[in-house]
């Protein structure tokens, strides 16, 4: 896997010292940002002494990431054993600046942002916490993949306060104070995300020093050119330019379009963007973001079966919800066909949420590939992902009651033909 990367900070106009460290270890295809905070030069500490101990970190695990680079799961390591060795890396630079500031008084309270990017052939890891961020370009289209750890973000997030409440509040001054920091405590809540790459996604890791000056047609107008080095001396130029506020570093990574996998990395990138793009016409997800999305999207599986191969069977306990990416699924009842289900339909989605048995049989009517999400990964993503779990269960309430409704319609239709029914055969017929 061979990826073009660049990365390059910058003091900025105001500042008199650089807190901002990156770095990276390429042949793990691994990089690091981090914005360090405290006074007496004790945020540079933080952030470089962030970025040295997770490197060490990976580096002494280097014989996993390779493995999974080389062969994926089928090396004996899961995604999350990759994502926990993230964590862990975090979580011991986390302890090492805390111990060091409790060695000095004028380091008391020093911390930093940290993120770091993992990329491998087919998945790509984020560890997050703080304010830098991590953007992902996409075939044409620029996504934020990380949300800040600030106090705005947080009481917007638990809905304490819509945008225009918090702007009135005493707290809207204080909108940008972190609420997770690396070293500030001994410990730290490392956001974690896994996500699939394609041929031709470029990512910008930066500090907010870069972040607070870039706009969408600032961030397409400089990633159109092919080098990530003039990409992101570009980006710094904005910044410096915006009024360089604060440090700027930015980090850009591409990963290339191998052209003797070409014609498989396309049809990849088809079945991908194909499965984003039905999930996100479905009800039960139309409120989430594109990084939510791709939080469910992590969740599913693709299966294949063919023709009138059963798929589940009425009677038995529903663990699945299902959605057909291409094909067509016969539904049967009593065996009595009630339904033909088509591309981008789906069913089964109260499996999510309880053990009833299913209403009906399903079959494939032809050859047909689908999206499965089992219940307990759904079950654990709203048990961990507050934001998602507000957005799914509000989805879920709407489409209840949009049923409920129709069933209380039909039922009424139906008490009123029976009533006119009566009336018919109470009425006096004319004897012969």
């Given at each position: ?43 540079e500490i933080a952030s470089s002494m962030t970025v040295e101990e997770v490197k060490r970190v990976m580096e002494d695990n280097q014989d996993m990431i390779l493995a999974f680079i080389e062969n994926g799961e089928r090396s004996g390591h899961s995604k999350h054993d ?217 969740l599913t599986a693709v299966r294949s079966y063919s023709q009138d191969e059963l798929i589940v069977k009425e009677g038995e306990e529903g663990r699945e919800f299902f959605v057909i990416l291409r ?106």
């Amino acid at each position: 896997m061979q990826l073009q990367y660049y990365g390059e900070s910058n003091m900025g106009l105001v500042r008199k010292n650089n807190e901002d460290a990156w770095g990276m270890i390429p042949e793990l295809n691994l990089f690091i940002c981090c914005d360090g905070m405290g006074g007496h030069a004790a945020g540079e500490i933080a952030s470089s002494m962030t970025v040295e101990e997770v490197k060490r970190v990976m580096e002494d695990n280097q014989d996993m990431i390779l493995a999974f680079i080389e062969n994926g799961e089928r090396s004996g390591h899961s995604k999350h054993d990759l994502a926990k060795l993230m964590e862990q890396a975090v979580q011991s630079a986390c302890i090492k600046v805390y111990q060091e500031a409790q060695l000095d008084d004028a380091k008391r309270g020093m911390g930093t942002t940290c993120d770091v990017l993992l990329l491998t052939p087919e998945t790509g890891f984020i560890a997050h916490v703080g304010d830098s961020r991590v953007y992902l370009e996409r075939q044409g289209k620029i996504h934020q993949l990380t949300e800040d750890h600030s106090l705005m973000n947080e009481l917007l997030r638990r809905g304490k306060y819509t945008q225009e409440e918090f702007e009135k509040t005493p707290f809207f001054e204080h909108r940008n104070a972190l609420t997770r920091a690396v070293g500030v405590y001994e410990s730290i809540e490392v956001e974690l995300f896994d996500f699939s790459v394609l041929p031709g996604d470029a990512f910008l890791m930066c500090s907010d020093g870069m972040s607070h000056y870039l706009t969408p047609f600032n961030m397409s107008q400089a990633l159109q050119h092919e080098n990530p080095e003039d990409i992101v001396k570009e980006f710094i130029e904005v910044s410096r330019s915006g009024g360089g506020h604060d440090n700027i570093t930015g980090i850009l990574v591409k990963i290339p379009i191998a052209e003797d996998a070409a014609e498989s990395a396309i049809a990849r990138a088809a079945e991908i963007n194909l499965s984003l793009e039905v999930l996100h016409h479905i009800p039960l997800f139309q409120h989430l973001d594109y990084r939510e999305l791709v939080r469910i999207h992590n969740l599913t599986a693709v299966r294949s079966y063919s023709q009138d191969e059963l798929i589940v069977k009425e009677g038995e306990e529903g663990r699945e919800f299902f959605v057909i990416l291409r094909g067509k699924i016969r539904l049967e009842k009593d065996g009595t066909d009630i339904a033909m289900l088509q591309d981008r339909d789906h069913f089964g989605e109260m499996a999510l949420v309880d053990k009833s048995p299913r209403s009906a049989s399903a079959f494939a009517a032809v050859p047909t590939r689908v999206l499965v999400i089992q219940r307990r990964d759904f079950y654990n993503i709203v048990r961990y992902e507050h934001a998602i779990a507000v957005k799914l269960l509000w989805s879920f309430v709407q489409e209840l009651t949009k049923r409920l409704r129709m069933t209380t319609k039909e039922l009424s239709t139906a008490l009123d033909a029976e009533e006119v029914s009566d009336l018919v055969e109470e009425l006096p017929h004319d004897e012969e």
